[in-house]
């Protein structure tokens, strides 16, 4: 379903699948996967979010490839991995989709988008990524831990879009209230 504001903007991918709202237990344990290394959480939340993609896409295609939503390098030494390519790579082994980890790449870093409203999230992701890969496959689902305003996977499909991706697919674990 899409809010009034969703429905008045021309987006960039097709299709958002967040199977959870972003409410307690949640934040909790996206917290525990994505900053202190707790596996258990993050595989979990993948588990269920493989069973609501198998029931989304059971009477339609899955995109070609999974493409994790990159990490600026400093993030990525810092915590030593990226919980969207973990996400990825889980999610992909269940559906037995490829992984695209190297087709997107930062640019630059961002500030953390944690804390800002939704024109400073836009204006702090915009040019960060470019295309890496020299393959562009015709649909890609995009995967993230959280989606909050949407500006990362809203960059991100279109860069992809630009690039030559017909269909881009937006997957996370959950969604925040963007009216809250």
């Not at 967040?18 to 258990?40: E, W």
């Not at 409203?117 to 040019?127: F, I, K, P, Q, T």
């Not at 470019?130 to 996977?153: N, Q």
């Amino acid at each position: 379903m899409l809010c009034g504001q969703c429905l008045g903007t021309e987006l960039p991918f097709q299709l958002s699948v967040a199977p959870f709202r972003y409410v307690a237990p949640l934040p909790q344990m996206i917290h525990q996967f994505k900053y202190h290394r707790r596996m258990v959480p993050g595989r979990v939340l993948a588990t269920l979010l493989v069973r609501k993609l198998r029931s989304r896409y059971a009477n339609d295609v899955l995109p070609h490839v999974i493409v994790p939503v990159p990490l600026a390098w400093p993030r990525l030494i810092w915590r030593g991995y990226n919980q969207a390519g973990l996400l990825a790579s889980w999610v992909g082994k269940e559906l037995k989709l490829p992984i695209a980890h190297s087709l997107v790449r930062r640019k630059r870093g961002a500030a953390p988008q944690t804390g800002l409203d939704a024109a400073a999230r836009e204006r702090n992701l915009r040019g960060a990524f470019h295309l890496a890969g020299a393959e562009v496959p015709r649909s890609v689902a995009i995967i993230d831990d959280v989606m909050t305003t949407g500006s990362t996977f809203r960059e991100l499909a279109r860069l992809l879009r630009d690039g030559g991706v017909e269909v881009v697919h937006c997957w996370a674990l959950a969604r925040t209230d963007p009216h809250a």
